[in-house]
């Protein structure tokens, strides 16, 4: 080792023994020793005592020293004990004895789903209770009164603040209430509390959830996850749904609104109608990424407690139904809470401030970090205490269209996927692919903002809704429209916060009159930068929602500037990055450490990037793809493409031409080699692909638009600049001529195939894949499509189409690949592929005698006749003895060359090959 390397070498040395230090000291402490047990537990079913007792099924976790205060864990919707089991242990080894269990309906327990009737879930609750006043591991306040708290998440939630509103004997010392709802029926069916008349005598809707707008994309998530699992004996088609539940979910989900017998019920099943009976100290969290229920929810509840002089915390976290669960924190929140309330003294006063939190830029261990905002009371989501700061748009009045049917709609949020398959990231992923049809939306915005601002509550502001000049007959003025607010950035691009969306309703007066009306928009949280702008959009059709099916035409106006909620408090903390200085040091000299092995492995590895490919559009060298239990896809398969080829990829079905495609793609991962696009290897999410341009059968696009407006609204959900999309070259090259202002809906299938292959080539990309894009054309339309597809070669650009029209492979591409069986059976120019082999054909005047003589050749087969046409397989004999043979016999021949035919070679090719492993 030289002296030059000895000086690395100890710095690494150190740079690990820092990091092996901090770990040791930062490690976690030992976990205390818990225990449970699995119980069955018989409630009374309901009101009627004489009924037979249903079982609740449940585990009971018991803390390390007893006896112990104890927590009740009450499920969400759908949701199992099983599901509870990390909140469960992490309060039990905080010294809690609790109580995690499912709810009627749901996993074991028996019973019908009741939607958290006061009859039945909250009185099973109830029961539950007593059943903690028999255990010796309990702590007792009195006789048959243990000390306890409840808490839940969403359903479980409003049950837990449901029980302690029915709490008669007052037994539940306190309540954690996490992401859920205060009135069901105005969560699931928002109504005119977003919005009034200025003046006030005409109500703009009316109050409750019979003029509410129906949540129909989150209410069939949650109930119909609970119409299916009939079980054995189950007397309709509800599933586990109680029969009047079942009866008022089947009006409201077919018809769009609800009426009074089921607005009754949902306010029945709610805290709102139990809330003045709640004396118990209360947390509630709720998520500021939540379509469900948003913060207006946990704001009504916090109102209403208010009134009752009882102890209240309100806390903002970044997650909900759409942005993820409660993490850490909030699990650590909760548990203090129950620690100052259950153990008397023994824990720190929580206090009964207001919290939220802000995401940060910066990304440490794996998360953004946060920033927690601390005020010593909570404003209210639209209170006058909470400062406001006016923001001007500008815009012109605008018509918007209600189409007949409500579809299609635009696109705001991704309900009920945040957490269920994206990991909580579905609403961030929305909230950037948020879809305003055009016509349907009227946009304001305002000038860059000139420092930075933070909204955090409901933004105000007062729109004028009118009719049309001409009014469609019929019309009654009811009117649905739906707010949001964007945070656009310099470049364009537009960001949904929340995936938030406030719909409101206006009943039009029947006189053509407009009305002025005060909107509140869904809260929020969003730090928005200097320089980025703030968009109003109001729309009328939203997928989530049950939308107007009724056609009609508004127009909307501007009539006051944004109002923009913000919250004065201080930085309490943050998270993401741990503090204390030796921590602060360890992270630095970590990131270092972990900079320079990065920056080896570049060097060593080149980055991922061949230089000498930078200018190759595809290499693909070794792609194999293979799944267990099934025949290997594509095996060891290697062809190259160059820039201005038109390749054509060939085989019969099961080739492997849509694995080899979907790999390209990064759709699908490679068992092993690789594909690389202009030198970079290609994987799910690599930047090179934004120079790949694609169509796969069966494009759709939305009939009631242009060509040039379903282009225009596809690139804009791509958040690039207009600029970059090269939408006049995109349709010059497809030629679809004056075609592109009309609507798409009365395109012929040709017409939609070339607006496809023009929507790929936006952007103008370097690659562009095709799969089958002469699929159902007539011959014309194929001519047309060839000629597309050799002038965008043509400019440059390298086009790769999977087909199994040989002829037009023939005639369109330049290069062609065949695969079978996964393997690659050839690969190079069309001309040099069907030139392959000894096939020949001979112009000769006498066809019959000509077609004797090739025959009697050595090693020669196939011969046949076509016209003055004679086509023989010459195997091993040269074309030149052919004709000699030919000459000598006295027959002219006036032309003698290969047989010119793709699907002859390709055959021979593809059985050559058909006795190979």
């Not at 002296?3 to 690990?16: E, F, K, N």
């Not at 079905?653 to 793609?665: D, E, P, S, V």
Request: glycine share 12%; with cysteine.
């Amino acid at each position: 080792m030289t002296s030059r390397t000895w000086p690395a070498v100890g710095l690494v040395v150190l740079l690990l023994l820092a990091v092996a230090g901090v770990l040791w000291m930062t490690r976690p402490a030992p976990q205390p020793s818990i225990s449970s047990r699995d119980v069955l537990i018989d409630v009374v079913d309901g009101p009627d005592d004489a009924k037979q007792p249903i079982q609740l099924d449940a585990t009971f976790y018991v803390p390390e020293t007893t006896p112990a205060p104890a927590v009740i864990v009450s499920p969400g919707f759908g949701q199992t004990k099983a599901d509870l089991a990390d909140d469960a242990t992490d309060l039990a080894r905080r010294g809690f004895a609790v109580l995690a269990y499912s709810a009627r309906g749901f996993g074991r327990s028996t019973g019908q789903i009741e939607l958290n009737s006061p009859d039945y879930e909250v009185r099973d609750a109830d029961q539950l209770v007593g059943w903690l006043s028999r255990q010796p591991e309990v702590v007792q306040d009195k006789q048959d009164d243990p000390r306890v708290g409840v808490m839940g998440g969403s359903y479980g939630g409003a049950l837990a603040l449901m029980l302690a509103g029915l709490d008669k004997d007052k037994r539940v010392d306190a309540v954690a209430s996490l992401i859920t709802y205060n009135d069901l029926s105005k969560a699931l069916l928002p109504d005119a509390a977003t919005a009034a008349p200025i003046d006030g005598s005409t109500p703009a809707a009316g109050v409750g959830g019979d003029d509410g707008v129906f949540k129909k994309t989150w209410a069939g998530n949650l109930f119909g996850s609970a119409m299916t699992g009939i079980r054995p004996g189950a007397a309709s088609s509800c599933g586990r749904f109680a029969p009047d539940v079942c009866a008022a979910y089947t009006r409201v989900a077919t018809t769009g609104r609800a009426d009074q017998a089921t607005i009754d019920l949902l306010r029945r099943n709610s805290p709102v109608s139990v809330a003045d009976g709640i004396s118990a100290p209360t947390l509630l969290v709720q998520g500021e990424q939540d379509t469900l229920f948003g913060l207006d929810q946990a704001d009504a509840t916090a109102r209403q407690l208010a009134k009752n002089n009882v102890p209240v915390k309100v806390s903002w976290y970044p997650g909900g139904h759409d942005g993820g669960a409660p993490g850490d924190d909030v699990r650590a929140e909760v548990a203090d809470w129950f620690a100052f309330y259950l153990k008397h003294g023994n824990a720190p006063d929580p206090g009964t401030g207001f919290s939220y939190d802000v995401q940060g830029t910066i990304r440490a261990r794996g998360a953004p970090t946060l920033r927690t905002i601390a005020a010593p009371d909570y404003p209210g989501l639209r209170n006058d205490p909470t400062a406001r700061q006016k923001v001007l748009l500008t815009g012109p009045q605008q018509p918007v269209i209600t189409p007949p049917g409500g579809s299609p709609a635009s696109v705001s949020s991704l309900p009920g996927v945040g957490t269920a398959l994206l990991g909580g990231s579905a609403a961030g992923l929305a909230g950037g692919l948020a879809v305003d049809l055009p016509g349907q939306s009227a946009v304001f915005t305002s000038e860059p903002l000139g420092s930075p601002l933070t909204i955090a509550g409901s933004t105000l502001t007062t729109l004028r809704i009118g009719r049309a000049p001409v009014p469609a007959e019929g019309d009654s003025g009811d009117t649905v429209l739906f707010a949001k607010l964007y945070d656009v950035g310099p470049d364009g691009r537009r960001t949904l916060p929340g995936s938030a969306v406030a719909p409101f309703r206006v009943q039009l007066p029947a006189d053509g009159s407009s009305v002025d009306v005060n909107v509140s928009l869904a809260g929020i949280v969003r730090p928005v930068a200097a320089g980025h702008r703030l968009q109003l959009v109001v729309t009328t059709t939203d997928q989530a929602y049950a939308n107007q099916t009724a056609p009609s035409v508004r127009t909307v106006t501007l009539a006051g500037p944004l109002r923009v909620p913000v919250v004065n408090g201080a930085s309490a903390s943050g998270s993401g990055i741990p503090a204390g200085p030796v921590i602060g040091i360890a992270v630095i000299l970590g990131l270092g450490l972990l900079a320079a092995l990065v920056a080896a492995l570049r060097r060593r590895g080149g980055g991922d990037v061949d230089p000498d490919l930078v200018d190759v559009p595809m290499v693909i060298t070794g792609l194999t793809k293979s799944y267990p239990g099934r025949l290997t896809a594509v095996k060891d398969l290697s062809f190259r493409v160059e820039k201005g080829q038109v390749l054509g990829l060939l085989g019969p079905n099961g080739a492997g031409k849509t694995t080899t495609l979907r790999m390209l793609m990064g759709l699908v991962r490679p068992t092993a080699g690789e594909i690389r696009v202009f030198g970079h290897r290609v994987h799910a999410g690599a930047p090179v692909l934004s120079r790949i341009g694609s169509f796969v059968e069966g494009a759709g696009f939305l009939p009631h638009l242009s060509g040039t407006a379903n282009l225009r609204l596809y690139w804009a959900a791509t958040g690039r600049p207009p600029a970059e999309a090269h939408l006049e070259q995109a349709l010059e090259i497809a030629g679809l001529g004056d075609a592109v202002r009309r609507r798409v809906g009365t395109y012929s299938q040709g017409m939609r195939q070339r607006l496809a292959i023009a929507q790929a080539m936006l952007g103008l990309p370097d690659l562009l894949v095709l799969d089958e894009p002469t699929n159902g054309l007539d011959p014309p339309q194929i001519h047309q499509m060839r000629d597309v597809l050799k002038r965008y070669a043509a400019t440059g650009r390298t086009v790769v189409v999977s087909s199994h029209l040989l002829s037009e492979v023939e005639q369109s591409c330049s290069h062609v690949v065949v695969m079978h069986r996964g393997r690659l059976v050839a690969a190079g120019d069309v001309d040099d592929i069907v030139a392959g082999g000894g096939e020949a054909t001979f112009r000769v005047d006498r066809v019959t005698d000509a077609a004797r003589v090739l025959r009697d050749l050595n090693g020669t087969s196939s011969v046949t006749a076509d016209g003055q046409l004679v086509h023989a397989d010459l195997g091993t004999t040269a074309r030149s003895a052919a004709v000699d043979a030919l000459v000598r016999a006295g027959i002219a021949v006036e032309q003698a060359g290969p047989r010119r035919r793709l699907e002859d070679a390709f055959l021979r090719l593809v059985e050559n090959e058909q006795g190979q492993p």
